[in-house]
């Protein structure tokens, strides 16, 4: 359920720090993540972790680039000294929620699935002690989130960085009662679920640390953690266990 989604993004810390483009770039990557889920008797799950970064000009293919989403194929259409802007488009946005997975009395739920989501993001250059602001709009059929981030890259030595990130991002009711809703009727065939509920706009806030490791020109090691508090409006949903979210995980990649 929804394994990769939350772990791709701090894989965004580690290659957004540049403000432009390159021409060319490729890299790819494997690792394993581990994270805590939200829903009822889901619990921590580990998983391999694949990621991807391709650069063409103003094109670019990227995993964990927009937040609960895992790929993005996206265009930058303005750049200057401090600011690039990109749309997006995310094949496989939102959470897939596996009803097998779930805790008994709450596994005879509808079907959670991806959604399609476009979308448009700014990397703006604050000129504030380096740090960089990371913005996005999101919409898709089953509803929006927006959000921003505030990172900063710190160079331990020649080889290692280490980057903290805050951030913070709205999610609107459509989008929240989609996937931590729960209608009349999926209540009354769980026995777990008392009553139907409705989910209303809400917010979840972050904490990211990532360090990168530079062995070689082509080759470096990622490790990442990170810790997500979503708000009552997740939080209240009788198919929600956990509104602390917590991920780990270590990866290597390759650039071409």
């Known amino acids: 359920m929804n394994k990769k989604i939350l772990l791709l993004g701090a894989f965004t810390l580690l290659t957004t720090a540049a403000t432009a483009m390159d021409d060319y770039k490729l890299s790819l990557g494997l690792g394993a993540a581990n994270q805590l889920s939200p829903y009822r008797g889901i619990g921590n799950t580990t998983a391999p972790l694949p990621t991807l970064d391709f650069q063409y000009n103003k094109f670019y293919i990227k995993t964990g680039d927009v937040k609960n989403s895992p790929l993005s194929i996206g265009y930058q259409v ?54 960089m602001l990371d913005l996005h709009g999101t919409v898709g059929e089953e509803g929006a989130h927006s959000g921003i981030a505030a990172f900063r890259a710190f160079s331990v030595n020649e080889k290692l960085v280490i980057i903290p990130k805050l951030s913070a991002t709205y999610f609107t009711g459509d989008y929240l009662d989609y996937y931590f809703g ?52 997740v939080k209240d949903s009788p198919i929600v266990e956990e509104d602390v979210l917590s991920k780990v995980g270590l990866a290597f990649n390759y650039s071409f």
Do not use: C, H
């Open 78 to 131: 303005f750049q200057n000294q401090n600011i690039v802007v990109s749309t997006y488009v995310n094949p496989w946005g939102g959470y897939n929620a596996d009803r097998n997975e779930m805790e008994k009395g709450y596994d005879n739920l509808d079907k959670r699935s991806y959604q399609t989501e476009g979308g448009v993001k700014a990397l703006v250059n604050t000129g504030l002690n380096n740090i």
């Open 182 to 233: 729960v209608s009349e009727n999926e209540a009354g065939r769980n026995t777990g679920i008392d009553s139907e509920y409705e989910a209303s706009g809400g917010f979840s806030f972050g904490f990211d640390l990532a360090a990168n490791y530079r062995y070689s020109q082509d080759l470096s090691f990622v490790a990442f953690a990170g810790v997500e508090k979503l708000s009552d409006e």
